[in-house]
């Protein structure tokens, strides 16, 4: 009797045990869905709440910029995920337009939920290279595509200031057309967003590009 017993209890989770994974595959393609894809829509600030920040204090973020340098031997070391900068965009000359958007090393979806994400592959402001920085556009860069040519972006960085010009401004760029990503190319600094920002519900595909020139601030010394 009890090995009839324990025969049926095995067979019943048997029966049971795709089911069971079958219901936690749903889960978790329902997960990825929602962070892929509802967060890129226009009703996403309506089911959540989410309106796009427009300042960040540096008492929430524990940052503190630093000051411009005399010389500038080296980046200093920032870990993955770690605040280095903070960004401002103005265009009015009235103050600041896009405010105190906090910048972290790297652009997973982890990062990017606490403001703008640095591409791990770019470089950092002072390298002398490509620095590429994007945000979602229903967070810290929903005006990003309200942002003239001419506009000035300060990155305000752990180890000194930089000013950046807007000099292009390229709006409906295929996400497939990966381009921006280029950190080789002769551009000093690039910012990027999901576009459009009103967009009738609808999935999100193509993207909104910002390329900058340096006008000041300190590089390394080679």
Not at 7 to 29: E, N, Q, T
Not at 86 to 95: E, F, I, P, Q, Y
Not at 119 to 124: C, I, N, R, T
Request: aromatic share 12%.
């Amino acid at each position: 009797m009890e090995a009839k017993t324990r025969f049926s209890a095995g067979k019943g989770i048997a029966i049971a045990l795709p089911f069971l994974l079958f219901f936690a595959g749903v889960f978790c393609l329902s997960m990825y869905l929602f962070q892929s894809v509802v967060e890129e829509t226009a009703y996403f600030g309506l089911l959540v709440g989410d309106s796009a920040p427009r300042e960040v204090s540096d008492e929430d973020t524990g940052f503190t910029p630093g000051v411009k340098p005399e010389k500038l031997e080296h980046i200093p070391s920032i870990r993955y995920g770690k605040q280095f900068a903070r960004l401002n965009v103005t265009w009015d000359d009235g103050g600041w337009d896009i405010i105190n958007v906090p910048v972290y090393l790297g652009s997973d979806k982890r990062v990017l939920k606490k403001g703008a994400g640095m591409s791990f592959g770019s470089y950092f402001p002072g390298e002398g290279k490509c620095t590429i920085i994007s945000a979602h556009v229903t967070r810290s860069f929903a005006e990003l595509e309200d942002t003239p040519v001419g506009a000035i972006v300060l990155i305000e960085t752990s180890y000194g200031p930089y000013a950046y010009r807007v000099e292009e401004k390229k709006e409906g760029v295929k996400g497939t057309d990966r381009w921006y990503m280029d950190a080789g190319q002769n551009v000093d600094l690039v910012l990027y967003t999901c576009y459009p920002r009103d967009n009738g519900g609808e999935r999100r595909t193509d993207r909104c590009v910002l390329l900058c020139r340096l006008i000041d601030g300190a590089e390394v010394t080679r």
